[in-house]
């Protein structure tokens, strides 16, 4: 089979069902594409006009000069066999169907789904569906989708990556990278796979170099071999994998049946092969986002000896019983480190692991910055934690200090910060910082990174 480039890259659109109405499932994707700036060709196809949203339509795919890159096809599922027929006479060789009722529903939507699969077979044309919302391509703003989860912010373009099974998770998926500011670079839903696998768009994201991390919902692992090769290939390429698996109980996979045609248990074992491929498996898309701030920051996390920098003793102590039950070490300093500490703390701090820093920190607010900064660049930790609370009145000359902190990929920082400014917050995230507000959230995100 062909790369899937002249797909998800495609320079020439045709929007098949195009409506004047940028709110129906056909004028969606051009009022996207007109309102983002798609720097490619795009037709509008409507039988009934020859003007959509102020561009020039065509009556059919037949009428077109040239054949167009992609077929976006919005139309009832009655008419999209036939629709299809005519663009691969025309020399059209990617598609995308929106529509449902394939073998999602009944016998007959199975009859209709195994029709739709014979018309590709021999050729390397390319159908993406149905019964999916279609996929976005921020590098050159290719909406060939009508998700409502953009309808009032443009996504900010960046390295993070989708594809999944549900269309309307990665709907939510894509509000969250939204409220986190974090860049996407394509979002695809592969619906009921008849032609296209999550497989096959794994690899493609693989070797997509505006890709850095691959966010995946599955329901169904299709081709077990093929997968897992295109996660290895992922993993060569320095391409953290994170997923959510749906479907692992009788009543989750009767539910991903009706969803999308899935059998989640066709035998493959997809947690040997997410042990294989090193991916992280998530519960949530809040889980799953954070994971992708964390390597979106380019941090890794090599080892589990965690240095500890703490505001209150207490939480100190909550966080050296949490993270050791968690399999991490808070190891003593080494004498050397000892000794460059020293000088920096009250006569109140004890020196050792964690350092409570003490109220004497509202005096000294540069103590926080110049303590981590030791503990940075001693090397004798593979991440450091930082906890705060509250500290209103020198809240701007912390957060300053935190955002000055000397970085080192090899050695992350995370903050928690109780009761934290949350503009302060935002901020030292958008440095590669990690930001959290309790102990636990932080300490199960660390212990999935750890190598």
């Given at each position: 089979m062909k790369s899937l480039t002249s797909l998800f890259e495609a320079q020439s659109v045709a929007v098949v069902g195009a409506s004047d109405d940028p709110h129906k499932l056909g004028g969606r994707p051009i009022a996207y594409m007109k309102r983002l700036g798609y720097q490619g060709q795009l037709i509008p196809i409507n039988p009934k006009t020859s003007v959509v949203q102020g561009l020039a339509a065509k009556p059919s795919l037949e009428a077109l000069d040239a054949p167009v890159d992609l077929a976006v096809i919005a139309t009832p599922e009655k008419f999209v066999e036939g629709i299809i027929k005519q663009g691969l006479a025309?020399?059209?060789?990617?598609?995308?169907?929106?529509?449902?009722?394939?073998?999602?529903?009944?016998?007959?939507?199975?009859?209709?789904?195994?029709?739709?699969?014979?018309?590709?077979?021999?050729?390397?044309?390319?159908?993406?569906?149905?019964?999916?919302?279609?996929?976005?391509?921020?590098?050159?703003?290719?909406?060939?989708?009508?998700?409502?989860?953009?309808?009032?912010?443009?996504?900010?373009?960046?390295?993070?990556?989708?594809?999944?099974?549900?269309?309307?998770?990665?709907?939510?998926?894509?509000?969250?990278?939204?409220?986190?500011?974090?860049?996407?670079?394509?979002?695809?839903?592969?619906?009921?796979?008849?032609?296209?696998?999550?497989?096959?768009?794994?690899?493609?994201?693989?070797?997509?170099?505006?890709?850095?991390?691959?966010?995946?919902?599955?329901?169904?692992?299709?081709?077990?071999?093929?997968?897992e090769q295109a996660l290895l290939l992922a993993k060569q390429q320095g391409k953290p994998?994170?997923?959510?698996?749906?479907?692992?109980?009788?009543?989750?996979?009767?539910?991903?049946?009706?969803?999308?045609?899935?059998?989640?248990?066709?035998?493959?074992?997809?947690?040997?092969?997410?042990?294989?491929?090193?991916?992280?498996?998530?519960?949530?898309?809040?889980?799953?986002?954070?994971?992708?701030?964390?390597?979106?920051?380019?941090?890794?996390?090599?080892?589990?000896?965690?240095?500890?920098?703490?505001?209150?003793?207490?939480?100190?102590?909550?966080?050296s019983d949490q993270l050791t039950e968690a399999g991490f070490c808070i190891s003593d300093f080494s004498d050397d480190l000892c000794q460059k500490v020293r000088p920096l703390l009250s006569d109140f701090s004890a020196l050792q692991n964690p350092i409570d820093l003490t109220a004497a920190l509202v005096a000294e607010p540069d103590m926080l910055k110049n303590v981590t900064n030791e503990l940075i660049e001693s090397e004798e930790f593979d991440a450091i934690v930082i906890f705060m609370g509250l500290m209103d009145s020198i809240a701007d000359k912390l957060a300053a200090g935190v955002i000055e902190l000397k970085k080192n990929p090899n050695c992350p920082i995370f903050l928690i910060w109780m009761g934290g400014q949350k503009q302060l917050l935002v901020k030292i995230s958008e440095t590669g910082v990690m930001v959290f507000e309790e102990i636990p959230e932080l300490v199960?995100?660390?212990?999935k990174l750890a190598k």
């Open positions: 025309c020399g059209i060789k990617n598609f995308v169907v929106f529509a449902s009722g394939y073998a999602e529903i009944n016998e007959e939507g199975i009859n209709k789904q195994q029709q739709l699969e014979a018309l590709f077979k021999g050729t390397d044309a390319r159908l993406l569906g149905p019964n999916c919302l279609g996929f976005i391509n921020t590098e050159t703003q290719l909406v060939a989708s009508f998700t409502t989860a953009m309808e009032h912010h443009p996504l900010k373009a960046g390295g993070l990556s989708f594809a999944g099974h549900s269309g309307a998770l990665g709907a939510y998926w894509l509000d969250k990278t939204i409220r986190a500011n974090l860049g996407v670079s394509k979002w695809i839903s592969s619906g009921n796979e008849v032609n296209i696998q999550l497989a096959d768009i794994v690899e493609y994201l693989a070797r997509d170099p505006q890709t850095a991390v691959i966010c995946l919902y599955i329901e169904e692992i299709r081709q077990p071999e093929k997968f994998v994170i997923a959510m698996k749906g479907g692992k109980t009788t009543a989750g996979a009767r539910a991903t049946q009706a969803h999308t045609a899935s059998n989640p248990f066709n035998g493959a074992d997809y947690q040997a092969i997410f042990d294989n491929t090193d991916v992280i498996e998530v519960a949530s898309l809040s889980e799953m986002i954070r994971y992708s701030e964390f390597y979106l920051g380019e941090n890794q996390l090599l080892g589990q000896r965690i240095g500890l920098v703490s505001i209150s003793g207490g939480a100190g102590v909550m966080l199960a995100l660390m212990s």
